[in-house]
């Protein structure tokens, strides 16, 4: 049995580097030290990116979250159904592979860099001066972990109004792929402003998700299923004043029971 994991907070290997060429844009798949967890990471930040190997439950397929001694990759199997969405001042924007694509989203406007255990994305959003930079690395905390430090940035002159941050994810492990179990704990958390287990819905802070299964929503739950489901969390901030910045921590790994 394999656990794959993901973790927010809202205060707060090593292997060779593979960049695939998309649309323009540069890719990275990232290793752990140990080996054992990669993670596919496209320009704008989210999941997705490389070729899984031959031998893989999906060959071909984008890595999302990879575990190297069984093959076997986290959301691979069906949609690749991953992404992330901010807003400020009423506007928001998202990027994901089958999670509604990339609306109002530009970038890298700093870049995209990579090494073979770190990636980092600085990304825009468009009609705003707000600036989204995601630094994938592995975790200090675990070493079965990626933490992707996300930091908000506003570039204007102006302070900016609601500031959110949203993440989603469809989980699809194997050998069950599409019967989930999925566990989300310590909420009410400082800046959490939604919660539940739909990992399908696209990551527009703005928008609506519906929950798979009921009992779900904005509540802690543990190993609610089987079900074809996944997390969806969004993060709410305040006002951000003029050059001012927040950051937070996303983790991501997967392990053995």
Not at 120 to 141: E, I, K, R, Y
Not at 228 to 239: A, I, V, Y
């Amino acid at each position: 049995m394999t656990r794959f994991n993901v973790l927010r907070c809202s205060a707060v290997l090593s292997a060779a580097l593979i960049a695939f060429p998309a649309a323009g844009l540069a890719q990275a798949v990232i290793t752990l030290p140990g080996g054992n967890v990669s993670l596919g990471v496209d320009a704008l930040g989210a999941l997705g990116a490389g070729s899984l190997p031959s031998g893989s439950n999906v060959p071909g397929g984008l890595y999302g979250i990879y575990y190297a001694p069984t093959m076997q990759d986290g959301i691979a199997p069906g949609c690749f159904c991953e992404g992330w969405g901010v807003a400020a001042n009423g506007i928001a924007g998202y990027v994901g592979n089958d999670d509604g694509g990339t609306i109002n989203i530009t970038g890298p406007s700093g870049g995209f860099t990579s090494t073979a255990t770190t990636a980092t994305s600085v990304t825009d959003l468009g009609g705003t001066n707000l600036q989204v930079t995601q630094a994938f690395s592995p975790s200090t905390a675990n070493t079965a972990l990626f933490q992707d430090q996300v930091t908000l940035t506003n570039t204007g002159s102006t302070a900016m109004t609601n500031v959110e941050y949203t993440r989603s994810m469809d989980w699809d492990i194997p050998p069950t792929e599409f019967h989930e179990y999925v566990t989300i704990g310590g909420v009410p958390a400082s800046a959490l402003l939604f919660s539940n287990d739909d990992g399908f819905c696209v990551p527009d802070p703005l928008g609506s998700c519906s929950a798979i299964l009921g009992g779900t929503t904005n509540t802690n739950f543990t190993t609610a299923g089987p079900a074809d489901q996944g997390s969806f969390f969004t993060f709410g901030f305040g006002g951000l004043a003029a050059g001012a910045s927040t950051t937070f921590d996303i983790f991501y790994g997967a392990a053995d029971n």
